[in-house]
T-cell receptor, first 116, second 115 residues
Framework: QQQVKQSPQSLIVQKGGISIINCAYENTAFDYFPWYQQFPGKGPALLIAIRPDVSEKKEGRFTISFNKSAKQFSLHIMDSQPGDSATYFCAAMSPVVSSNTGKLIFGQGTTLQVKP | KAGVTQTPRYLIKTRGQQVTLSCSPISGHRSVSWYQQTPGQGLQFLFEYFSETQRNKGNFPGRFSGRQFSNSRSEMNVSTLELGDSALYLC??????????????FGPGTRLTVT
């Protein structure tokens, strides 16, 4: 119930195209859903995040779509660029409540290659 | 603002040895979480420290331990190293208050190789 399932494992997109990565979760207690971008040799960088009270959040070319009833969320990268080539991780976290804490549960990652 | 820093960046150890990794969070952040990243298991939560207390622990053996100091800097220790401990160890810091309470920012990691 703590798992977050991510697909696809790898993705090849042409420059200018739309990259779509999907994640599904089981634990309805999760209430924070971030996406991280990781380049080789670097730590994951927080890209965009959403709470379940909204269905969509957009920041620049990156959009999260959230479907609470289906327990699914996805990352859309519009106008994909070669510089977007990286590994993307979705994650989920339980509520941060008083002195207790939430831990990030990560999906397995998607390696995105954007071809020029 | 400086980001999360981790030292050392690379480490090679022999089976049976122990190792200590260090993490300095973003200034003002009081929570530090540790994660292990491997090709097979992905990113897995180790533990979190907040106000010098361990708040949550992942499913790792007792050989993995940590602590946090009064300045929020954190260390993690792995004793009796095994080959399977070879991984990228990532530290993430969080403000843990206000509208950004959930946001975790990662350091570059320490690449540990056990031979």
């Amino acid at each position: 119930q703590q798992q977050v399932k991510q697909s696809p494992q790898s993705l090849i997109v042409q420059k200018g195209g739309i990259s779509i990565i999907n994640c599904a979760y089981e634990n309805t207690a999760f209430d924070y859903f971030p996406w991280y971008q990781q380049f080789p040799g670097k730590g994951p960088a927080l890209l965009i995040a959403i709470r379940p009270d909204v269905s969509e959040k957009k920041e620049g070319r990156f959009t999260i779509s959230f479907n609470k009833s289906a327990k699914q969320f996805s990352l859309h990268i519009m106008d994909s660029q070669p510089g977007d080539s990286a590994t993307y991780f979705c994650a989920a976290m339980s509520p941060v409540v008083s002195s207790n804490t939430g831990k990030l549960i990560f999906g397995q990652g998607t390696t995105l290659q954007v071809k020029p | 603002k400086a980001g999360v820093t981790q030292t050392p960046r690379y480490l090679i150890k022999t089976r049976g040895q122990q190792v200590t990794l260090s993490c300095s969070p973003i200034s003002g952040h009081r929570s530090v979480s540790w994660y292990q990243q491997t090709p097979g298991q992905g990113l897995q939560f180790l533990f979190e420290y907040f106000s010098e207390t361990q708040r949550n622990k992942g499913n790792f053996p007792g050989r993995f331990s940590g602590r946090q100091f009064s300045n929020s800097r954190s260390e993690m220790n792995v004793s009796t190293l095994e080959l399977g401990d070879s991984a990228l160890y990532l530290c993430a810091s969080s403000l843990k208050s206000g509208s950004t309470a959930y946001e975790q920012y990662f350091g570059p990691g320490t690449r540990l190789t056990v031979t």
